[in-house]
């Protein structure tokens, strides 16, 4: 082992003694170094009592005093302390860099339930020569006597359907109706890319549909979505039967305020028992028109069919508006007379019985309903009034169509789909009733819950059930994450969001 020096001489050393600096070669003490006394960095052989190397043509050697014992300690000592320094700073890096990923994962996992993905721009199929022109699918038997039609009459069934999903209206149960519809005719959906829905709260585009191009055309639209009519228009053939379902404001805003109010920033500094009442009794003081996730707390309805909710609600627009969802919708629905409302639909739609049978899904439990008292119910309208006067509009058109079809026609249809559906309930679900989510037995039954609580209930699918209704009671009963995974959905990441989640025990 050698040493090159300034004046380019070579100072050799015995194999595991070490090398000596040139500065200490030529009697040049480096500035930085020491040596006993004398300014030189010297070799661990030095400390060890042995002599130094310093064997340089024509150089006289340099004799090394012996090393006390206690040096030879303190220089161990320090050489441990070096050591352990550098292994408790490696550490912190360490864990700094695991720490730095998972915020940056967790972050990126933020960004991309909030900003869709960039889209490629490209150039759009004319609706008109691909979509209007769309061949239909196979076709559906006729059904006879259907329940729109005089006695005698038939009619085919309708194929294609735009459900506009709205939040907190039941819109679930009616998902797994058109699931179900879809599959058994074998029926092309429209389904999101990589989550349950379409980059909510975003407005809707044609280019967000798994496996989307341009001029592509689908039977059935039905996730959530900020309603986007123009695009919602490019994808489906002329044919198709828009509808969707409404909810009496002020127990939707209830209902909205309990499931989201975690995610929603402006609830987070409201105090007491009953935040909810704490909220309506002045709502300003805590509401933001820009704050993160506010459009939950007023006029939902509104903002879920593409409007501006906070607008003012005496302004000609909102009329206008309405009208244009009359327009545009051949049926609204209304959560607080369901029944009805599949029977106007199974008729809209010239549908069989079958088609139209329920369980409740994505029900909460009792307990975490607030009661809400004739003072807070009209707080609770009067924060949600274009909402408020969304529902009346169609709550007079809904009736309406009732008395087209005929009250005593409907009261006779209602109470056959209530028998055929407390039948099924004894045919399929144990017990015979939902049960609270730590109850339900098997993970593929356990429904989507709100962040950090287990308020909705589920179902226990029983042990026995005929060949006949097998399959039938396994899909009345799967929930809507679980039943588009079945359909072949790509929901990565509200998979990984959900492994988030129980990873934090949210």
């Known amino acids: 082992m050698g040493v090159q020096g300034w004046g380019g001489r070579t100072g050799l050393c015995p ?22 006394g004398h300014g030189w960095l ?19 050697e340099l004799p ?20 352990l320094h550098h292994g408790k700073h490696w550490r912190s890096m360490c864990k700094g860099l695991v720490l730095g990923t998972l915020l940056t994962s967790f972050m990126l996992l933020l960004y991309s339930y909030a900003i869709p993905p960039l889209q490629v721009s490209v150039t759009e199929i004319p609706v008109p020569s691909s979509c209007s022109s769309y061949p239909p699918p ?12 005089p006695s005698g009459w038939s009619c085919l069934p309708k194929l294609n359907i735009m459900f506009m999903k709205t939040h907190k209206t039941a819109s679930s149960t009616i998902l797994n109706i058109l699931f179900r519809f879809g599959e058994k005719h074998r029926l092309k959906f429209a389904f999101p890319n990589g989550r349950n829905d379409f980059y909510y ?38 044919d198709t039967i828009f509808v969707t379902v409404l909810r009496d404001p002020a127990y939707l805003f209830e209902s909205s305020f309990h499931y989201f109010g975690r995610v929603i920033p402006l609830t987070w500094k409201l105090t007491g028992d009953d935040k909810l009442a704490e909220f309506l009794r002045d709502p ?15 006029n939902l309805l509104f903002f879920d069919l593409g409007y501006d909710n906070n607008m003012d609600a005496n302004s000609p627009l909102v009329e206008e508006h309405i009208q244009e969802i009359d327009r545009r919708f051949h049926l609204v629905m209304l959560l607080e007379y369901f029944d009805e409302s599949l029977v106007l639909l199974k008729d809209l739609l010239c549908w069989q019985l079958e088609d139209v049978l329920y369980f409740k899904l994505n029900a909460r439990k009792g307990s975490t309903v607030s009661r809400l008292t004739p003072e807070l119910y009209e707080k609770a309208t009067s924060w949600n009034l274009i909402d408020a006067k969304l529902y009346r509009y169609f709550n007079a058109t809904f009736w309406r169509k009732v008395e ?42 356990q429904p989507w819950q709100p962040l950090g609580e287990k308020s909705i209930l589920g179902y226990n699918l029983k042990k026995k059930i005929n060949k006949k209704h097998q399959k039938l009671c396994r899909k009345m009963l799967t929930p809507e994450i679980q039943y588009l995974t079945d359909l072949g959905v790509n929901l990565w990441i509200t998979k990984l969001w959900s492994r988030v989640r129980d990873f934090l025990k949210w």
């Open 15 to 36: 194999p595991g003694l070490g090398v000596l600096p040139a500065a200490w070669l030529h009697s040049q003490p480096p500035p930085s170094s020491s040596c006993r």
């Open 42 to 60: 010297v070799p661990l052989s030095c400390l060890r009592g042995q002599p130094c190397c310093n064997a340089v043509a024509g150089a006289p």
């Open 64 to 83: 090394v005093p012996p090393v006390s014992p206690g040096l030879r300690r303190a220089a161990a000592a320090g050489q441990v302390t070096r050591m």
């Open 138 to 149: 196979r076709k559906a038997p006729a059904v006879a006597n259907g329940t729109g039609s």
């Open 201 to 238: 709260p975003s407005y809707f585009e044609s280019s967000q549909v798994q496996h989307y191009r341009p001029g592509a055309c689908f039977n059935i639209i039905c996730n959530h979505m900020r309603f986007h009519y123009e695009e919602v228009r490019k994808l489906l053939p002329a």
């Open 284 to 298: 300003w003081h805590y509401y933001d028109t820009n704050g993160f996730n506010a459009h939950y707390l007023q």
């Open 404 to 445: 087209a079809y005929g009250r005593e026609r409907m009261a006779k249809d209602v109470a056959e789909l209530q028998r055929e559906n407390e039948k099924m309930k004894s045919i399929c679900i144990d017990g015979g009733h939902p049960v609270d989510a730590s109850a339900i037995q098997e993970s593929s039954m």
